[in-house]
Every structure is written in C-alpha cells, then in structure tokens.
C-alpha cells in the first residue's frame, strides 16, 4: 500500500519507488540548480553581475561531481 506524501509510508521515510524514480540524474540537475542559484546569490551579495560567477561555479562543480562519479564506476563503490 502506498503512504500519503508522494512516495513515503506513514513513517516518513521514502519508498524504494519513489527513490529510485530520480535516481542520480535528477540529484545532479537539483545540484547544479542549487550551485547556479547560489553562485548568483554570492555575486549579487559582493556586487557583482551574476553571469560569469554562476557559470564559473555551475562548470567547477559540475565537473567536481563528474570526477566523482567516474572514479566511483572505477572503484565500484559508492559512498
């Protein structure tokens, strides 16, 4: 039986179904909204236009999480 709440039981802990309904792809999406969203709050904060600091930050950490996810299919583990 399914719980109330888009996937979790009635303990509020999330279904099988619906984690592995994003997996890691909609993690990573979520991740680099978040770092853009916060590379632009950090230029808007020092005073500067938001453009070249979101893409410095969107591209260091997309590539951050690329390298962490090849060298995790190298070892084969995850953490």
Do not use: H, N, Y
């Amino acid at each position: 039986m399914r719980g109330v709440g888009g996937g979790c039981g009635g303990d509020g802990v999330p279904d099988a179904e619906g984690v592995t309904r994003w997996g890691a792809e909609g993690e990573a999406a979520a991740s680099i909204l978040f770092l853009a969203l916060l590379g632009a709050l950090g230029a808007i904060t020092g005073g500067a236009r938001p453009r070249k600091p979101v893409v410095r930050v969107v591209f260091w950490g997309a590539l951050a999480m690329a390298l962490t996810a090849g060298i995790r299919r190298v070892v084969g583990t995850s953490v």
